[in-house]
């Protein structure tokens, strides 16, 4: 079966740098979800988008920002990175069934900031 | 906010051994789901639970949510090597789309 496809799995900037992260959701999905995952820890949520509308906001800093397209496709654009940046990005989606909100993780897209 | 403790934090045990670990929230969820995680890689889906009381099984795992809603577990049947990894717990409070995660459970799993 198709999964969430992340792209790049790996990506080495540099301080104040910008960087994208793609993420292409399970076909039919219309939810996607951004989440940051630090070294030893849990994945926290950053945002997420229900039908290319903002849905969910989390702890987000205001260097990021995130788009859905209409082909459900969604982007995360981060500014002036920052060390503490590097983490490990997923993306999840789940499909129009709201009420049971099964989100399918993609493999990560790993952010390493020098 | 909502903070979802999980434990053990960590586990060794020898193969064949049945494993059992927890999540306890402060506040209520609507839905618990739990995710095995290797190293690098993104968190895959286990099992998937959306009523208080509900007891559901998927092979040698089986997990339940608490009648409280506020807690829920994960058993591991007959452990064997590639139950290796680390198993989160993840809660969805009602009208909230994003999943709050447990601290995480790694086991480690002796021949």
């Known amino acids: 079966a198709a999964g969430v496809i992340q792209s790049p799995r790996h990506l080495i900037k540099e301080k104040r740098e910008t960087a994208t992260l793609k993420c292409y959701p399970i076909p039919r999905h219309d939810t996607v979800y951004w989440y940051q995952q630090g070294p030893g820890q849990d994945p926290q949520f950053l945002i997420s988008f229900y039908e290319k509308m903002q849905s969910d906001k989390g702890s987000i800093p205001d260097r990021f920002s995130a788009q859905q397209f209409s082909d459900y496709h969604s982007e995360l654009n981060m500014s002036s990175l920052e060390l503490g940046d590097s983490a490990l990005y997923f993306c999840?989606?789940?499909?129009?069934?709201?009420?049971?909100?099964?989100?399918?993780f993609g493999p990560g897209t790993r952010l390493t900031v020098l | 906010g909502q903070q979802l403790n999980q434990s053990p934090q960590s586990m060794f045990i020898q193969e064949g051994e049945d494993v059992s670990m927890n999540c306890t929230s402060s506040s209520i969820f609507n839905t618990w789901l739990w995710y095995k995680q290797d190293p690098g890689e993104g968190p895959v889906l286990l099992i998937a639970l959306y009523k208080a009381g509900e007891l559901t099984s998927n092979g040698r795992l089986t997990a339940q949510f608490g009648i409280t809603r506020k807690d829920s577990f994960l058993n591991i049947s007959a452990s064997i090597p590639s139950d290796v990894g680390i198993y989160f717990c993840a809660g969805r409070a009602a009208f909230a789309s994003k999943l709050t995660f447990g601290t995480g459970t790694r086991l480690q799993v002796t021949l």
């Open positions: 999840a989606s789940s499909s129009p069934k709201w009420i049971y909100n099964e989100q399918f």
